[in-house]
């Protein structure tokens, strides 16, 4: 039975069409479980009563279930979704003042192991499903009281949304389960359901340039690469990705971007690790290989996670590498850790993977109750 969830207008239009339905009906059901956060057919009531009752025997609007909500002292709120197979996956809400984000998990696990990234310790699962990653969207809407668009106004000023921006940031690589988040991004998108401009739906990356350029021609919303290096030398040892697609093919795949982009410039992630990556050569060496790419960077204090072996800079430290950015005209911002107190900062995120890549077994001091948050 199809899950509604899966479906853009146009899935939605498709499937309507094999049911001899019109696309203005297509229309009205996305509204009623995006707009309204309708699970219910019958509860539809400008639909005609016999499509209503069509659509309950063959349809089905079915989220992730929670099974974890924790809140942050600072506000922060981070859900557990199970998505079956003893897989479950996370997502974070995070407030601040005239704006909402929602991180989105796109993948089960992670296959990428990037060296200091808890998600991809625990190994990779698979892809999450549109209706799991749009779910995501769907829940933390309805969690929020924001469904039916009545709780947004003092929480957005600028479009009445409590989530007014979401970042797949959560766990996995969005750009290996393509197809997918492209689907889903235009549920995230289109006018009928979220309505959210391509400005503030943000695709982050380890850097898979393939799939930059897909997105470029298919979906362009706003670009984020994690960087974290300013040399394939050091860059290979803590993002393994980039031994297939290294920092000059990422580079010019980030100038390509751009003149689909909706935003005039691509930001760059940047954990900061203690003695790794921060020293004041690297910045210079960052501002040599970004000459050509319109850039921001995003500096993200690591965040360390058990077994990390890893340490994160000193404030001073960060301060100073930030100012080298700064003075070469690159806008740059170090990114407030939040929710850390429940385990939902950047990099933290665990949720529960069924390793399929062993990768677990061969670290046996790490176990799953470890990893989990
Ligand atoms: N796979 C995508 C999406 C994950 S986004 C990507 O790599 O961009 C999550 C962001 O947090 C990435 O920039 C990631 O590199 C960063 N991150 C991962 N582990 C971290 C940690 N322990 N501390 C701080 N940031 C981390």
């Given at each position: 039975?199809?899950?509604?969830?899966?479906?853009?207008?146009?899935?939605?239009?498709?499937?309507?069409?094999?049911?001899?339905?019109?696309?203005?009906?297509?229309?009205?059901?996305?509204?009623?479980?995006?707009?309204?956060?309708?699970?219910?057919?019958?509860?539809?009531?400008?639909?005609?009563?016999?499509?209503?009752?069509?659509?309950?025997?063959?349809?089905?609007?079915?989220?992730?279930?929670?099974?974890?909500?924790?809140?942050?002292?600072?506000?922060?709120?981070?859900?557990?979704?199970?998505?079956?197979?003893?897989?479950?996956?996370?997502?974070?809400?995070?407030?601040?003042?005239?704006?909402?984000?929602?991180?989105?998990?796109?993948?089960?696990?992670?296959?990428?192991?990037?060296?200091?990234?808890?998600?991809?310790?625990?190994?990779?699962?698979?892809?999450?499903?549109?209706?799991?990653?749009?779910?995501?969207?769907?829940?933390?809407?309805?969690?929020?009281?924001?469904?039916?668009?009545?709780?947004?106004?003092?929480?957005?000023?600028?479009?009445?949304?409590?989530?007014?921006?979401?970042?797949m940031m959560g766990m996995g690589e969005p750009l290996a389960n393509f197809d997918n988040v492209v689907t889903a991004l235009r549920v995230m998108l289109d006018d009928h359901a979220y309505g959210l401009s391509r400005r503030r739906v943000t695709v982050s990356t380890a850097g898979i340039v393939p799939g930059i350029d897909r997105l470029r021609e298919e979906c362009p919303v706003a670009l984020a690469v994690s960087l974290h290096a300013p040399d394939d030398a050091l860059r290979d040892r803590l993002v393994p990705l980039n031994r297939k697609y290294p920092l000059r093919d990422l580079m010019a795949a980030c100038r390509r971007y751009l003149d689909r982009a909706p935003r005039d410039f691509v930001t760059f992630e940047y954990v900061m690790l203690d003695g790794v990556n921060d020293a004041i050569a690297h910045a210079r060496a960052l501002v040599a290989l970004t000459r050509d790419v319109p850039c921001k960077f995003n500096l993200i204090p690591f965040n360390p996670f058990p077994h990390s072996a890893l340490g994160r800079s000193p404030a001073e430290r960060i301060r100073r590498f930030a100012e080298i950015l700064l003075e070469a005209g690159i806008v740059t911002t170090t990114r407030k850790t939040r929710g850390e107190d429940v385990a939902a900062a950047c990099g933290q995120l665990a949720g529960q993977v069924k390793d399929k890549t062993r990768r677990t077994q061969a670290r046996p001091r790490q176990t799953m109750e470890e990893t989990r948050t």
């Open positions: 039975m199809p899950n509604l969830l899966d479906f853009d207008l146009d899935g939605l239009t498709d499937w309507f069409a094999t049911l001899g339905e019109k696309p203005f009906r297509a229309r009205q059901v996305m509204r009623w479980i995006h707009r309204e956060g309708c699970d219910d057919f019958a509860a539809m009531t400008d639909v005609a009563k016999v499509l209503r009752a069509k659509l309950a025997e063959r349809a089905e609007i079915r989220p992730p279930a929670l099974l974890r909500d924790s809140v942050s002292r600072d506000g922060t709120r981070k859900w557990l979704f199970d998505v079956g197979g003893g897989n479950a996956v996370e997502s974070v809400f995070i407030p601040e003042a005239g704006r909402g984000t929602l991180c989105v998990s796109s993948q089960a696990g992670c296959a990428l192991d990037c060296a200091f990234c808890a998600t991809g310790k625990q190994g990779f699962n698979r892809n999450l499903s549109v209706g799991e990653i749009v779910g995501q969207l769907w829940l933390a809407n309805k969690l929020l009281g924001a469904a039916g668009g009545h709780a947004g106004d003092e929480v957005d000023k600028d479009n009445g949304r409590v989530i007014s921006n979401v970042v």
